[in-house]
Structures are given as C-alpha cells and as structure tokens.
C-alpha cells in the first residue's frame, strides 16, 4: 500500500470541505497540523476529532495535515478516514452518531414529485438541500463523482445520511452502475437509507442483485426499514424491458427514465419538445403503472429556464408521470408547481371525498357520486389529491367545514 | 500609566481615553443628549478669494500646500466611488512625498482599492484611520499594526461628529465628476458621474479648508450644485478621479445563491403576513445579495396585491430603479447610487431624490428619517441571544467591515437581519456577539434559513404569527439547531490591545475591537 494517502478538495472556491493527506512514519507519534479558516473558534475540536479517527484505526506513527476550510465535523471524519483507508488495509469504519431526526421511514407510495440530485463528493451542496423541501435528495454516487473520487465519495454520503438533517425529505441514493453498485450498498443500506436508484438498468436480473443485497446487510445488521428502489431506465434495451424491471421486485417503488442517456442510445439527441422519447415515456409509465408503482421522469438541465421547466412538468404529468428530477434548487418550487392537482382535480376530489365519508358514515360497502358507481382506486386517488391539495396550501384546512356553509 | 476601562450599558469594557481624546461610553439608546453650539469653521471672507471666482490651482499637491496642509492634520474623503475611487491614495501619497507624519485619514468609508495606504500606515504618514476598515486595511489594524486607534462610525455618526465638532477637518478633499472653477460641483454629470455627493456635504460645510477635484471641469456655474462653490477654497483638475464601473461591489447584485434566495424569500413572505407590506409603506434594502433579492420578492408582492410603496430608501440600483419606473414605488430617497443605472435615474428622474446623511441619519437633526421607515433589511456578521448584532468584525476577531448606514436604520419601524444560521462552519448566533454593533432593543427579526426569532419585545409581531405556517422559533433555538450542525465554538482570545473603537450614533463608545493574535 502506499504511505501516503489523499483526500477531499482544496483550492480557493473550495468551502464547506477540506483536503487532508497522511503520511505513515515508522516513529515519532502523531503530529497534526492543522490549517483552517475556522481555527479561531474549532481547532481544539478539529484536532481532537482527527486523533480520535487515527486512534480508532490505530495508526500510531504519521503525519497529518488538514487543510481546512471550514468543513463540518462528518466532512472531517469522511476525508480522514478515506485518506486513511489508502494507507492501511481495513475493513473497520468510523460511524459518527446517526441523528434522531434521520430514522424516519417512508412509504412506498410517498409523494415524490421533486429529487434533488446532489453530487456525492460535494458536501457544501448537501448543506442546506432539506431547506428546499424536496420531495427526495438523491445522494449521487455515479455520474457526478470522478472515478478515482468513488471511495471518498462512498464515505462523505455514508456520514451525510447519519449526520444531516434532511428536513423529513426521502433520502435516496444513486449507487453506481452494477457490479460497483453492490460495493456501494455496503456504504449506504445500515444508515438509514430509504431508496436506492439503480442506473442504467436494464434487466429484472439486476434488481433481483440488488434486492438481495440489500436485504442480506439489513438482515446481517439486524436491521429492519423498508429501502426502496428505483430503476434508472436509460437505454432502448431498458425501454423494451420496463415491465420486467419494474415487476422484478417489492422494493420497487417507482421506475425513472434518464433520457441524456437514452437519446444517446438512440443515436440522437434531447429536444426540448422530446418527440424522440415520446415511445420510451410512455412505455415507462405503462410499464409502471402495470405493476401499480410511480413514474418519474427524467431531469431538465437548463436551470436558468424556468418556464421552458414548467412547460416541460405539465407535459410530463399529461403522460402520467408522478414526478421528475431536479439539478437545482430552484427547480423544487416550479416542479411542485406544475405537479401539483389542478382546480378541477380538487373540485372532483373534494366531492368524491365527502362521498366516500359518508357511505363509510352510513356503513355502506359502495361509494356513489350521483348516479354513478366509485371505484376503490379512485376513492384512493382523490384522498390522495386532497393531501396533496392542504400540503401545499392549495386547499384551506376546513374546506369541508365551508362546503356546509 | 495604564489606561482605566468602564462598563458601558450593553455591558462592555471601554477605555476611559482613546487616541488621547476622552471617550464617553454608551449610555443606551437615546441616554446621551449633547448640549452647547454647532462647531463652526474658520469665518472666511470673500475679500481673500479670486475676484474672477477662479480657484484652480495647478495639481492636488499645490492644492494641499496652499490648504496649509502639515503633520497631526485631520483629511477627509468620501467613498461615492466605493471600489473605484482614485484619489484618497494619491493625497496619502503627496503628503508622504511633502514628508507629513501622523495625518487622520477620515474617509466616510474605505475599499479595497484603498490597500496602498497601508505603506502610508507603516511609513508613519498616516496614524490612524477614522471610518470603516474594509478588507486588507481592517486585517492591517486587527493585527495592531496601526499606530493609532481605529474608530468607526455610522454614516449619521460621522455627521454628528463633523457637526458637533467631536471631529475638526483640517482639509476635506472632494471628488466629484462635475465641477466649475469656482468649486460648485455634483456627482450627476460627466465621464465618473457618480450619483451624488452627499456623503461630502458636511465636509464642504465644517472643514477649514476645502479642495474639489474634478476630471470633468464646466464653464460656471455646475449645475446642479449638489456642493456648493462658496465652501470651497480650492479647485483641481485631474485626468480621471474615479471608476465608475467599479461602484458596483459583489455586494450590489441580486445572489444566485438558492439558499440565499430562500431566504430572502422567506423575509418577504414575513413582511407580507405581519401586514407590513401595505399600501403606501416603505422600505429600505441595504446592499448585500439576500437584501437585494427581498426588494425584488417586494416588488412581486406589490404588484401582485396592486399596491405601491411611498418610498424606498436607497442605496439605489436597477432594481429599485425599475421599481420606481414601473410605478411601484413613488420616490426613492437616495443616499448612494450602488450601480450606473442609479446614477443614470438620479440625474433623469425628479422622483429618484439625492439625500446626505444629514437628511437621514443625523443625531442632531431635529428629528430622524430613519425612524419613518417600515422595514428596514440588513445584514449582520453575528447575533446574540439578546439581539445584540455585530456588523464589524468576524467571529475570528478580525475587523472585516464598516457601520455604513447599518447603525442608523435600527431606528426604523421593523428592523430584520436576514442571515444564514451558519457561513461555512460558523453559526451566526452566538452567546454573546464578538463586538457590539447595535443594541438588541433595536432589533426586531431574525430570519435564518432554518427558522424565524422574533425580539420578545415585539409582541405584536410574535402575536400576528401565533398561527403561522411560518418557521417561527424563539432565537436560542436557533442557536442551538447552529450548534447542533456547526458544533460549539470554541473561546477565541484576543490581545490586550485594543485597536478600534465602535461609536454609537450619538458619539458614545458602544464597544471596542481588540488585536487579533496571530
């Protein structure tokens, strides 16, 4: 191995993390030095987290420099134990507390109208994604990370999902393409994970590894919280094998479509009126909505175009998708937005609710609307619309007290 | 012989004498009234001036020898340029050539642009500033390289200290775009038009002697003549006296920042529900990204309740100045023009109006503008769990900025510091504040990312949002949900040195910055 080890980022727009190397000795102890723009205020913390790191993966003799600029405590704990893990042969890993506010589970059928990508080696993106209110954050462990950065990058998203709040949105992540990916869930399924996205899929058989894989570090860890996952279809081979996909396993929740790749595949290119993909979409919502899962589509690269994005979301909710993915924040608001139930929607539910109420009131088995018959799934659906309807303000808490009115 | 210190009445440790003047400490908002006369200047008579009303001399240096400029001497300069001001280095410059020791530099803020005059600092040309320390000269003074002591005033509280005489300007040297020979000059028109001159008035007004250069010298009269000729002794023409495009700052631009703008947002949307954003309110957005971007979220919300602003108070740029266009605000009361569509509004628009501190800001004005204001957005290094803000220096120690117009506006109706809970690892509030700024019973609303502290003396506020979806929690919540991401700062130490002085609007000392060690 070598004796020495680097990690992190460094260089003058870099904030919010840091870069550390370590230099193994054969004697002489342990000497830190320490370079940060918050010294002022946590040297003594910062010093004492790098020692407790060195002393629980016993490293005796080396040399430690921490180029600091302002990164937070998981952020610390992550660099150092990755340039650690260059210089020593471990399977041992150093676990900061997991945050209470991190043990939430989620639903299969949870609302997932936004997910924000954030790029697994990039902390200070992580920072504040909760506040935004996503539907998901979707910790990116594939495209967005350099291969020579996968090892750091597994152990910043490792302490992300045990140390950030969130702020209750779902905590996914993307694990690389298979077989890296099953690596990947070793780093990500004891922490609380609720989704894994599977890129570039293209076969039931890949789910199943997954599937497997996750349940084996659930059951080895003595872990028991659903973790989802969500296909990434993003080839014509894909498109063809959504159904098989989509049905392979329980845990899936919702299939996806990337369509950069896709076009690609095709041996074309993304427009913005996406005629190119028009067979691939709706093939990936029939196939999802065959087994009775979520579609979501693929993400809209312009951030600065938020209309062309609005344009964009209410086509894609035309074909039946549930939800789309977001590369910036500003996305969130506009893809709520067009997602969310339209007046007429909500006029519907709102009568099919009280309907629903009052045959469950009368102890009647079936729901009418007038004269016509309501169905179980349609019941649900409208439930559905009206919570989404009061979650975002569209709807007053007491609107059924002024329909008496 | 030591110097004796007291406790003032936020409670911080004030040296009895400073830069060998008396100080008074802070005695609490409104605890201190002045008594006696306005400081007068010298009576000049206009036998001893140029018959021909010709006062043009042939360069700065001439100009400042025949001001009778020598060592000890107080000169003054303003900052309407901000970062693009070339002329404050060339007088330090002169006098270090003329071999002057010990000068005042009191400029009514400082830039950047204004590192050079850390070799007249360490040459011993200049003894100590009196004004904002920005950037390299307030890293300079916080590791105690200065000679003298720092101090640091407010916009209005440098007008009351010109006015009460607490500060003599021995030489005022006034940059402006547009001048005649006799000395009438404005900020409005030429090549460096730079809005206005109000930062300059009272140094024309209270200064012994007074020097105006121009790059853009106009058959009498100049006008407008936003300074008037009969202060002036001397005049100068030069090449160029400033870079306009350089007014505009990073901190004149709406932020991109997401996180910023959500708060910012966030802000609005306060306003919005405690019903400040009414027909006929006003308002006044500091510069700084977030503030920016709140007069934008503003303006959204006027227009979609079809209602306008009676004024806004500037510092102006395109936002405002588009606002004001669209007939969303009435008039804009304007301290500074922060970009070139500010100046370019001032010079064109009636309603777009040019203000001095001593318009707005004053202590002793026979009333205050700052105190008709609705809501006032600014921003703030720290926060304690008293209000108490800080706006000077960096949780570090370092002193890293000016007061400008921060201290005045805390007297507005609402006053909201829109802040990040933390920057980087740092969390903004704080148990104390490094350095007091402003007294908490000034500071109404705290909006973080992250939740909304109300001043629990604003009961009103705190009952409008008893029901809200809003964030609203009380201010050591806040500091704990900091704590909780950022960890607990440690204790920083500081030097026994103290190295600047913080004044209150009335002249006070409310707090002073010590040395920061390496």
């Not at chain 1, 990500?188 to 789910?207: F, R, T, Y």
């Amino acid at each position: 191995m070598a004796q020495i080890g680097t990690a992190g980022n460094q260089g003058p727009g870099i904030r919010s993390d840091c870069h550390i190397t370590l230099e193994l000795k054969n004697n002489g102890g342990i000497k830190i030095n320490l370079t940060s723009k918050v010294d002022a205020l946590y040297k003594k913390s910062i010093q004492d987290l790098a020692t407790q790191i060195l002393d629980f993966f016993r490293v005796e003799h080396a040399v430690l420099d921490i180029n600091d600029r302002g990164a937070l405590p998981f952020v610390l704990a992550a660099r150092i134990e990755a340039a650690i893990k260059q210089v020593l042969e471990t399977d041992a890993e150093f676990w900061l507390d997991l945050i209470p506010e991190n043990k939430y589970q989620t639903e299969k059928d949870k609302t997932r109208r936004s997910r924000l990508y954030l790029p697994g080696n990039s902390p200070k993106l992580m920072l504040n994604a909760g506040i935004h209110q996503p539907d998901a954050v979707i910790l990116d462990l594939e495209d967005s990370v350099a291969v020579d950065k996968k090892e750091e990058a597994r152990l910043i998203v490792r302490n992300a999902l045990r140390a950030i709040n969130f702020y209750g949105a779902e905590r996914m992540v993307r694990i690389n393409q298979l077989p890296m990916g099953l690596e990947d869930l070793e780093h990500v399924v004891p922490h609380h994970v609720n989704l894994v996205l599977i890129p570039k899929c293209e076969s039931a058989e890949q789910v199943l590894s997954v599937d497997q894989k996750i349940t084996q570090i659930l059951t080895e860890k003595q872990l028991n919280y659903p973790v989802y996952i969500m296909p990434i279809i993003e080839s014509a081979l894909g498109v063809i094998k959504a159904f098989e996909i989509a049905s392979a396993s329980q845990r899936v929740a919702a299939l996806s479509i990337g369509l950069e790749d896709y076009t690609a595949d095709l041996g074309t290119s993304r427009t913005l009126e996406g005629r190119e993909s028009f067979f691939a979409r709706n093939q990936l919502v029939n196939a999802a909505k065959a087994v009775g899962i979520q579609a979501i589509d693929s993400v809209f690269s312009d951030i600065a175009d938020m209309d062309a994005l609005r344009i964009v979301v209410l086509e894609s909710k035309s074909l039946g998708f549930d939800g789309m993915g977001c590369i910036h924040p500003r996305q969130i608001k506009v893809i709520h937005g067009a997602f969310a139930p339209s007046e007429a929607e909500i006029e519907k539910a709102k009568k099919i609710v009280i309907a629903f109420e009052e045959a469950t009131d009368k102890g009647l088995g079936v729901v009418s609307l007038g004269s016509k018959m309501i169905d179980p799934p349609v019941v649900k659906r409208a439930l559905k619309t009206i919570a989404v309807a009061l979650e975002t303000g569209l709807l007053p808490e007491d609107w059924k007290e002024q329909i008496q009115k | 012989m030591a110097t004796k210190f007291v406790k003032n009445a936020v409670g911080r440790m004030i040296p009895e004498e400073i830069n060998g003047k008396p100080v008074i400490p802070f005695q609490g908002v409104h605890g201190y009234i002045t008594e006696g006369a306005r400081y007068a200047p010298p009576l000049p008579s206009c036998a001893n001036y140029p018959k021909d009303g010709n006062k043009l001399v042939k360069d700065l240096k001439t100009a400042l020898k025949e001001s009778g400029i020598k060592s000890g001497m107080t000169i003054s300069t303003h900052h309407h340029f901000r970062n693009g001001d070339l002329i404050a280095n060339q007088i330090f410059q002169a006098a270090s050539e003329m071999g002057l020791k010990d000068l005042v530099w009191f400029p009514s803020a400082s830039f950047p642009c204004h590192e050079p005059m850390i070799e007249y600092l360490e040459d011993g040309t200049i003894h100590h500033i009196e004004g904002s320390m920005n950037g390299p000269l307030g890293r300079f003074a916080s590791l105690g390289k200065m000679k003298g002591t720092g101090v640091l005033r407010s916009h209005g509280g440098r007008y009351q200290s010109v006015q009460d005489g607490e500060v003599v300007i021995d030489i005022a040297i006034i940059a402006a775009p547009t001048a005649d020979p006799f000395g009438n000059a404005n900020g409005l028109t030429g090549d460096s038009a730079c809005g206005l001159l109000g930062f300059a008035l009272g140094d024309s007004q209270y200064a012994h002697k007074v020097i105006v250069v121009t790059d853009n010298l106009v058959p009498f009269p100049c006008i407008p003549w936003q300074i008037q000729g009969n202060y002036v002794d001397y005049v100068v023409e030069i090449g160029q006296i400033g870079i306009p495009e350089k007014i505009i700052s990073g901190t004149t631009r709406i932020t991109r920042s997401p996180d910023r703008l959500f708060i910012a947002d966030l802000t609005a949307k306060f306003c919005d529900e405690v019903g400040i954003i009414k027909d006929g309110f006003s308002f006044q957005a500091g510069a700084g990204g977030t503030s920016l971007a709140i007069g934008n979220y503003f303006g959204e919300i006027m227009r979609e309740k079809g209602i306008k602003a009676r004024f806004a108070r500037g510092g102006s740029n395109q936002y405002l100045v588009d606002m004001l266009e669209e007939g969303l605000i009435d008039y804009i009361l304007d301290g500074q023009t922060f970009d070139l569509a500010g100046v370019k509004s001032m010079r064109e628009n009636p309603n777009h109006v040019n203000t001095s501190p001593f318009t707005s800001y004053n202590y002793h004005g026979k009333g205050n503008f700052a105190g008709l204001v609705d809501v006032v957005i600014l921003g703030a290094t720290e926060v304690d769990v008293n209000y108490n803000a800080n706006v000077v220096t960096h949780s570090d120690g370092l002193l890293l900025h000016g007061i400008g117009g921060w201290q005045n506006c805390l007297f507005s109706k609402t006053v909201i510091l829109p802040i990040p809970l933390f920057r980087d690892r740092i969390p903004i509030i704080r148990d104390e504040v490094t350095t007091i700024c402003g007294p908490g019973e000034l500071i109404d609303v705290i909006v973080t990312e992250r939740g909304i502290a109300i001043n629990p003396r604003r009961k009103d506020l705190l009952e409008k949002t008893r029901n809200s979806k809003l964030p609203i929690m009380t201010i050591e919540e806040l500091k704990e949900e900091g704590e909780k991401i950022c960890g607990v700062p440690e204790p920083v130490e500081f030097g026994e040195r103290v190295i600047a002085a913080i004044k209150w609007v009335d002249g006070t000392v409310i707090d002073v910055v010590r040395q920061v060690l390496e």
